[in-house]
């Protein structure tokens, strides 16, 4: 969307960018599988991350994401969205993100050998469009800045005592 369009078509635009991206996090973090899979496009292709291959489709990076967190406890951060707009129906947006990933079974972890998780610090570099007035994923690529290891010796992480409502959003 050029710089010319209406400011408040801008706006609702990002803001329901926004609200894709908050929903990945959560779908995520609650385990949501196919939820997870309905917000990017069919032709999606993923980078960066350690649960699918660089250039993975949808299926194969929910199935990795599905795998890997399987046995985890897991809380991402997505913030400071730098949204550009390339036409009404086509963004570019960088997120900061910060993610904690911690694993329940005692499994150790690739990205910071000898620990039981981590935390992580980096970027996402993502493309969306829309189609039928919903925001989708169409790419998406995640780097890194940092990774502080979980140690081991740590106490456990506990669930919290109220898990998450799914349908929260959908009931009347």
């Known amino acids: 969307m050029p710089e010319t369009a209406p400011s408040l078509q801008r706006l609702m635009a990002a803001h329901a960018i926004a609200e894709t991206k908050a929903r990945y996090c959560r779908y995520i973090d609650t385990k949501q599988w196919s939820r997870l899979a309905s917000l990017f496009m069919p032709d ?6 350690g649960s699918a291959p660089a250039g993975a489709d949808v299926a194969t990076f929910v199935q990795g994401v599905s795998t890997r967190l399987a046995n985890t406890i897991s809380v991402h951060h997505c913030h400071m969205p730098e ?7 086509h963004a570019r947006v960088i997120w900061a993100m910060e993610d ?13 050998p000898g620990s039981r998780g981590f935390r992580g610090y980096g970027h996402y570099e993502e493309e969306y469009r829309e189609v039928d007035g919903e925001w989708k994923i169409s790419f998406l690529r995640l780097t890194r800045l940092r990774i502080d290891p979980v140690d081991a010796s740590q106490p456990p992480a506990l669930k919290g005592q109220w898990q998450a409502t799914p349908d929260w959003l959908d009931a009347d």
């Open 100 to 112: 904690y990933v911690d694993w329940t079974d005692g499994s150790t972890v690739k990205e910071a």
């Open 83 to 89: 949204i550009r707009l390339l036409g009404a129906a």
């Open 44 to 49: 999606c292709r993923f980078e960066g991350l």
